[in-house]
């Protein structure tokens, strides 16, 4: 019988809600917007805060040398929970409320959904870790990413099983896009090179047993087993596979290239008979010493998976927006190319700043590699195999990008 | 925060699930029948739409079909596929009342989804099939922003004109006598399994074309977007809004997706406070439904004409 108070907390709560909205919106001039545009939370929440803090250490050392000619970059973050519809809309405020010449670091599926918008409101899109094969055909034009396409992981995913020598190969492979695209790929590499292929099982993921999947695999006995699976299906199988008397090797995929597997599965079952595959920067490179060491000092710690190539995607928009003098993502897709290819090397923000002041052509070597986008706006992977010894991973072999030329 | 902006994805996205809310407002508050289900409805749509537009499968494609028909067909067809999907679940679901029903139609729902992820043959599987077509707007000389404004609204008024006929019809009363007392129904002579299965049917109809629209805006579908969320969302949009008025429901569906916005649109510039702000949404969600459960704003606002 009160309606008067009960109105006047719904109106204070509005007004609050409207003030905080104003004061965020307090934006300096002078400056360049750029999205973030990744998941926070959701399954891919812990990627999508290693890219994150990439770019904004890429961000803040950009703006330490002085920022851009248009001026210093500003971020601005928003999380899509991995869902393409959130992210669509994100997106879209991004770019018409926020200006953004950018939106970086969308998962896969929140990427492919992203094409049309960024194709049509002419604003780049990139991401680091968005392998999906949709992207091979769509990509290319304001459309980017500084990882390789999925297909490169069954390359060398492909070689090494090859190379390793086997007779017999089973697949045991997640009902994912991202596995699935990978494993046909490797599986091609054997068919090729006359590898009996035992069995293509998809599974999926999330029952409690995979006995029935195991059951034809177990029964042909093949030398090793292709396993492209979660972390959770993984280790079930694993277990399940060893206790059905597998005595072969095991190759997986990068989702189980983390130290928890060991844990998780049991080391004995792993030690001396598991690999696993995944795209890897090339740690030698001084390029990738110079931001391990700027990561352990500005963020504290080891750079995660994707984090070097994060870093470059910031990199390569702030140094594109230099060399073409325009500040929007046409400007950036106009020039984009060329600043990753031909011309002096440069290896920072700075020294490229300084030699396009020159007047002179760069070529960004990235903290992940050399940045050459192919026509569908990828780059050329380079990948690590690493080995199961003493309860943890290490590395067996490098294949560069050059070994699948 | 650009208003015009908010403006226009609240309008857009708020009469795209508004239509939803709608037709489960007939269903559910006015039929009696929970659906648990709609995700399904939607999503037939909207796969009906991107299979019949799509160009033929080409390259690593896993699809069969691609009809590459102009999107009106593509429209229609969604309608009509949300229709069947509703034929074939509803005559043998319907004898089933109450939160057998909801069981079942969420078990259909899930069975649809499964199928849209391992079947690859009909939707890429878990790929979906992206770069969906979309209508040239510019014959009419409107931006697509507003045109797809204007094609949500225009099918919200067109569902709610539609819900509003049957209801204030003695076909609705009908219906209404069902819900209310189906052994009375049945002894003045009303087919019950008719009526209850006409209505189920007929509001699957408006779903499917909002499915066909959803796959415009996001020129993508794939099992991911049409999981049991979906379902939810609508749900918690019509008790918002306080069932059995097209009002309210509208009101309270329009809100949630305001309430969205609002909150995304505040934009951080750190990844940290970004990272807080991802996390206090939820917290905040659930305070304010608890809030709009307690006073029932949208309720008295829709139904304030009548009580006076």
Known sequence: MEPKPKRSILLKGLIASTALVVTSLAAAAEEVTVGVLVPLTGELGEFGKIVAGGVELGANEINAAGGTSCGNIRLVVADTGGNPEVGIREASKMIESENAVAVLGPTSGVMVALVDLAKRTKTVIMSPYAGTITLNELGGDFVYRTVSSDLGDGAASGLWLKERGYKSVAFLVQNEESTISPAQVARTTLEDAGIELTDFIVYNPGQPSYQAELISVLANEPDAIYLAGGQESGVTVIKEATSGGFEGEWLFTADLAVPEIFDAAGADLLNGRAYVEFADADNSLPEYKAFEALHQEKAGGDPGPFAANSYDMIKLVALSLEASGVCSGEGINSVIRDVSDGGETVSSFAEGKAALAEGKDINYEGASGPLVFDPSGTVAGAYTIQKAEGGEWVNEKFYPASAFE | ?308
């Open chain 2, 1 to 308: 925060m650009n208003f015009e902006q908010l403006l226009l994805t609240v309008l857009t996205y708020g009469c795209l699930y508004s239509v939803m809310t709608v037709c489960l407002n007939l269903q559910y508050a006015r039929g009696g029948m929970i659906n648990f289900g709609t995700v399904a409805y939607f999503a037939a749509g909207a796969y009906a739409y991107a299979i019949f537009t799509q160009e033929p499968p080409q390259g690593l494609d896993q699809y069969l079909f691609g009809f590459n028909a102009p999107w009106w067909i593509g429209f229609i067809a969604a309608g009509v596929a949300s229709l069947l999907f509703a034929v074939i679940t509803g005559w043998p679901t319907l004898r089933l009342r109450g939160e057998y029903l909801a069981l079942t139609t969420f078990a259909f729902a899930e069975v649809l989804h499964s199928f849209l992820l391992n079947e690859r043959r009909i939707g890429n599987g878990s790929v979906g099939l992206s770069n969906v077509d979309r209508p040239d707007f510019s014959v009419i000389g409107l931006s697509e922003n507003y045109a797809f404004v204007l094609a949500a609204v225009l099918l919200l008024i067109l569902t709610s004109l539609l819900c509003r006929r049957i209801l204030a019809s003695p076909y609705g009363r009908a219906v209404d006598a069902v819900r209310n007392d189906e052994v009375a129904a049945e002894a003045i002579g009303k087919d019950v399994h008719r009526l209850r299965f006409e209505i189920f049917v007929i509001s699957a109809i408006p779903i499917g074309f909002a499915g066909a629209l959803y796959a415009m805006i996001t020129t993508l579908v794939s099992p991911d977007l049409f999981t049991a969320e979906v379902t939810f969302f609508v749900w918690i949009a019509l008790v918002l809004g306080g069932e059995h008025t097209i009002k309210g429901v509208i009101l309270g569906t329009l809100a949630l997706v305001t309430f969205e916005e609002v909150v995304r649109s505040l934009h951080f510039e750190t990844v940290r406070a970004a990272e807080i702000a991802a996390s206090v949404e939820h917290m905040m969600t659930g305070v304010i439904f608890v809030m709009i459960l307690r006073w029932q704003p949208f309720t008295r606002f829709a139904t304030r004409g009548r009580e006076a």
